[in-house]
């Protein structure tokens, strides 16, 4: 059934809401790639307040056992937990794994960018909120509570899992779900989004078997995509561990420690720039309407862009700016690539009705 367009203020809602939840992916790699990530050594609260401390003296003298001890009491409670469903190696390690039960350092700098990161993350949780109220008090727009009312849950569980990276000291592995889980509520909130808005076709005859091809080639990319988002992420804890020992080893020298999660990484960008150029070159034979070509030329660009500063990162030595603007495009290239296979896949359709009609 083709989109039935909601032409009220909500598509612009929900447009806001995705840009905000991409904002907050960017936020969150500043917090990454400037050691944040345990400026708040408790969660939701940041030193038990909700406006963090700006200096040591506001603390207690032993408040670095004293949030140790929270934490490592929240660790064993979630081995017990994660256990008893079947994952008896994450119990042990949740146990034993001594890095986990490092100490943190009270930061001024890194406490308010973790904490200015939170209050985004919270912003982002009223406004899927707000999105459940919207569906239910207007009755044509009913259809979309139940996905609305799950992505409040997935957002919900975001939060406790963001609690989880908290506790364990950044363990590896947990960010990586931590990060595939914000993308899984970014799609669904882009797919809320495309719901309410009219199909925008392409000039096409009835007949035209290009389109199924077209469509695959870009299901293929968007897999591919997916992974390699994985494997950036892995690559991204990789830095992480190496950046604990910094103060021994240069940053130049972290690319050579990381080993071949990198190098499969970046490698494997070439393959997936291949593949969207020959999307783009086939979608292009089309006439497009205006709203093609913007989604296109954006997607083109943000993929260049992530390419250079993928080589920037590979040959710079890593320079912090650059890892949080590669991490957006990133994302802005899966959310397109998402779009894109909803319209194409919903102009399919009403092909195949067509001729069925006819």
């Known amino acids: 059934m083709v989109n039935q367009p909601d032409r009220g203020f909500y598509p612009k809602f929900l447009l806001f809401t995705i840009a905000s939840v991409c ?4 936020v969150g790699g500043i917090v990454r790639s400037t050691g944040s990530g345990m400026g708040c050594p408790d969660w939701p609260k940041c030193f038990e307040s909700l406006i963090p401390p700006t200096s040591s003296d506001q603390l207690p003298d ?3 056992q004293i ?4 934490r490592q009491g929240k660790n064993l ?9 079947g994952f008896s190696d994450l119990a042990v390690r949740l146990r034993t794994d001594q890095a986990i039960l490092l100490e943190t ?4 700098a890194k406490t308010w960018i973790e904490y200015l990161n939170r209050v985004l993350g919270v912003i982002i949780g009223l406004l899927v909120f707000l999105n459940v109220a919207i569906t239910i008090i207007k009755p044509h727009r009913r259809r ?4 609305a009312i799950l992505i409040f849950l ?6 406790w899992v963001g609690s989880i990276v908290v506790s364990t000291n950044l363990l590896p592995g947990i960010i990586t779900f931590h990060m595939a889980l914000a993308l899984i509520i ?6 809320n989004y495309w719901l309410t808005r009219e199909l925008q076709n392409l000039r096409v005859q009835s007949s035209d078997k290009n389109l199924n091809k077209t469509l695959m080639i870009l299901m293929i990319s968007f897999a591919l995509f997916s992974i390699q988002i994985v494997l950036g992420t892995q690559v991204r804890e990789a830095v992480d561990q190496i950046s604990g020992n910094s103060n021994e080893i240069g940053r130049d020298s972290w690319i050579s420690l990381i080993g071949t999660r990198f190098y499969i990484h970046r490698s494997f960008s070439l393959l997936i720039a291949g593949m969207h150029a020959w999307f783009v070159y086939l979608l292009f034979k089309y006439q497009l309407a205006e709203p093609w070509k913007n989604w296109l030329n954006t997607l083109l660009v943000s993929i260049c862009l992530s390419i250079l500063t993928g080589i920037l990162l590979s040959y710079l030595g890593l320079p912090p700016f650059f890892q949080p603007l590669h991490l957006v495009l990133a994302t802005v290239i899966f959310g397109i690539d998402l779009y894109l296979i909803l319209e194409l896949g919903q102009l399919k359709k009403v092909i195949n009705s067509i001729k069925n009609e006819s």
């Open 23 to 26: 904002f907050l992916i960017f």
């Open 62 to 64: 032993d408040y670095e």
């Open 67 to 70: 949030y140790l001890a929270k």
């Open 77 to 85: 409670r979630l081995a017990n937990y994660v256990e008893a469903i």
């Open 105 to 108: 350092l009270f930061n001024p």
């Open 144 to 147: 979309f509570i139940k996905l």
């Open 154 to 159: 997935l957002t919900g569980f975001q939060g």
């Open 186 to 191: 970014l799609g669904m909130l882009i797919y």
